[in-house]
């Protein structure tokens, strides 16, 4: 399976409420998705998909998320939602919630570390 650096990547189903700076410039973020293009099935699996199939689709659906100019921002989206499923922001559901996991321990321990100094 090939692992991309952590870059943040982009999913089909695009949010219409989001708003961000990005916004406030150019429209929302999401009309500038390479996923707009690109079939909604690669970024959601189909029901009892097989495990071999699901990994596959999810790499093909990284890599269009790998050439989106809006990753950083799709990603963040679905970070923050939170969303529950497909990929977004090229990282996948389960991905996502190592990310979170991750965020709120190192926010734990530097509410730690501030209030021991």
């Known amino acids: 399976m090939l692992q991309l650096p952590h870059q943040p990547l982009q999913v089909a189903a695009v949010p219409t409420q989001r708003t961000s700076a990005r916004e406030d410039q150019d429209g929302p973020w999401h009309a500038e998705a390479v996923c ?12 009892k998909e097989p495990t071999a199939a ?7 659906a990284k890599r269009v998320c790998a050439r989106c100019p809006v990753m950083v921002e799709c990603r963040e989206h679905a970070l923050l939602q939170p969303e529950p499923y497909g990929v977004w922001g090229g990282l996948t559901a389960a991905e996502r919630r190592v990310v979170l996991a991750r965020r ?5 321990e530097l509410k730690k570390s501030a209030s021991a100094a």
């Open 54 to 60: 699901r990994l596959s689709r999810e790499e093909a």
């Open 104 to 108: 709120r321990r190192r926010e734990t």
């Open 36 to 47: 707009r293009r690109d079939e909604a099935g690669l970024f959601f699996a189909p029901s």
